[in-house]
């Protein structure tokens, strides 16, 4: 059964400072999923990792996966108060196209 | 665009009664999920369906069941709410990962259950 975790849950930087969210997982998964959700709305794809060293940017935001470490990390450069939002890690089951999400990381970017 | 429409944003039901959610694809997606979001815990998935009449439980299918008659629609049926069922529910398709296709879910808007 695939776990994945993140770290940290909770995030609170300043605008103009980067940071990375780590998003561990424990068993094989060939995809690694990234999502966005704003506060009262639904998830919304960010990035999809489909091999092991894929790296995926859009605008501040970049995201990379080392399959061997079972490791995605979503890396923030420079934030804006406009990145406050929950992002989710997902990874795939082997046995099919389920996915397993992480708890989120709430980030919240202040000026 | 994709597009994943659930039937209710908002409802608030009593404890027993039966509670349907109904979610609508548009993009012809074979594989269908209901999760259901809470603080602390994320997304923990209640049911998905690969094909039309197929049904497989998640990690979390107590207290719940799905209906599947068409493609295009899935049904997350509360046969007797609880308190404890009080959630955001989350619907969302997809192709089968393979070739082209990534497998990355696209969600609907959600529907926030309230039993009281």
């Known amino acids: 059964e695939l776990k994945v975790e993140q770290n940290p849950l909770f995030l609170s930087m300043q605008e103009g400072k980067n940071y990375t969210i780590y998003c561990n997982y424990s068993t094989t998964s060939d995809r690694l999923y990234w999502y966005r959700q704003d506060p009262g709305k639904s998830l919304e794809s960010l990035f999809v990792?489909?091999?092991?060293?894929a790296v995926k940017q859009e605008g501040r935001l970049m995201a990379s996966l080392d399959t061997k470490a079972r490791l995605s990390t979503l890396h923030i450069t420079a934030a804006v108060h406009d990145l406050s939002a929950t992002y989710f890690c997902a990874g795939e089951e082997t046995s099919g196209s389920r996915l397993t999400f992480g708890e989120g990381t709430q980030l919240t970017v202040n000026p | 665009d994709v597009k994943v429409t659930q039937s209710s944003r908002y409802l608030v039901k009593r404890t027993g009664e039966k509670v349907f959610l109904e979610c609508v694809q548009d993009?012809?997606?074979?594989?269908m999920f209901w999760y259901r979001q809470d603080p602390g815990l994320g997304l923990r998935l209640i049911y998905f369906s690969y094909d039309v009449k197929m049904k497989e439980k998640g990690d979390i299918p107590e207290g719940y069941s799905v209906s599947r008659e068409k493609k295009e629609r899935f049904s997350l049926i509360l046969e007797s709410a609880s308190t404890n069922q009080t959630s955001m529910y989350l619907c969302?398709?997809?192709?089968?990962?393979?070739?082209?296709?990534?497998?990355?879910?696209?969600f609907g808007e959600g529907s926030r259950l309230t039993v009281l």
């Open positions: 990792l489909l091999s092991n060293g």
């Open positions: 993009m012809d997606h074979e594989n």
């Open positions: 969302a398709s997809s192709f089968p990962a393979s070739g082209v296709n990534t497998g990355e879910l696209f």
